[in-house]
């Protein structure tokens, strides 16, 4: 009994002087993806158990959960990928990541440098994994860019779309560190469609993805409900805009 107890508490306790050291070493430097992982362990309580029985109750959830397929070897395959046809979701998926240089083995590379739980389901480390390899392409289905506003709006969607303390915690910080950068700017407004977004959309966990890359991007966008992300391109062009004029102006 006490052992049962004990491995509860290890899988579901919290850390929060952890995940705020790790929150100001990200906002330092907003390309240390390590620390991203780093708070997500720190806070991970429950979160992959509920993911888990939300996926069990659903029947092509229950599915995945079963087969647990491995989308790695998918998205890492970049020829067969850049012979997918133009607008397809696998062919957008290989130009976001060779513009940007990233990898899925990158993200694992990254989720490394926190400490594992080993004491977990097998169910629950797959959801942790799927929901690690699937970042990226999350950023294709939501099209929203990997500057700092664009990582903030797709933590927004994936903390509606799967409840995290630790990305609430990541966009809490980072919202109002945004806001104070750039008072002009409707971050706020921006971050919240992120919200509604991942709302109206079906659930990326659902979804075999492994089978789809060779579809339109545009028609699966449509069939599972994802909205574009007006408020944000709107804020990301005046932040441009901006620029733009600072640099116009004489020294």
């Known amino acids: 009994m006490f052992k049962a107890v ?15 050291i790790a929150v100001s070493r990200l906002i330092k430097d ?3 993806t390590g620390q991203v992982f780093k708070v997500l362990e720190a806070l991970r309580g429950d979160s992959l158990s509920r993911a888990a029985r939300r996926l069990r109750a659903d ?4 599915k995945l959960l079963h087969d647990q397929p491995n989308i790695v070897s998918a998205l890492n ?7 997918l046809p133009k607008g397809s979701i696998g062919r957008a998926y ?9 990898s899925a083995d990158g993200l694992i590379a990254s989720s490394d440098e926190a400490p594992r739980i ?25 099209g929203y860019g990997r500057d700092p506003l664009g990582e903030l709006c797709l933590l ?15 966009v809490f910080f980072g919202r109002k560190k945004a806001q104070k950068d750039n008072p002009s700017l409707d971050i706020h407004g921006a971050i919240d469609e992120g919200r509604k977004i991942g709302a109206q959309a079906q659930w990326m966990l659902l979804t075999r993805w492994e089978d ?15 909205q574009a992300p007006t408020k944000y391109r709107e804020t990301i062009r005046e932040y441009q805009a901006t620029l733009t004029t600072e640099r116009s102006l004489p020294a």
């Open 30 to 32: 907003p390309d240390d």
């Open 94 to 102: 290989y130009d976001f990541v060779h513009l940007e240089g990233l």
């Open 118 to 142: 080993d004491d977990i389901g097998r169910s629950e480390r797959w959801l942790g994994d799927r929901l690690r390899d699937i970042h990226d392409l999350q950023h294709v289905m939501t």
């Open 6 to 20: 004990k491995q509860w508490y290890n899988r579901n306790r919290i850390q929060p002087v952890k995940a705020a």
């Open 59 to 62: 029947a092509q959830g229950s």
């Open 77 to 83: 395959d970049r020829e067969a990928l850049a012979r």
């Open 212 to 226: 789809r890359l060779h579809e339109p991007l545009s028609a699966v966008r449509e069939e599972l409900g994802f």
């Open 156 to 170: 927004s969607f994936m903390t509606t779309q799967t409840p995290s303390r630790g990305i609430d915690f990541i």
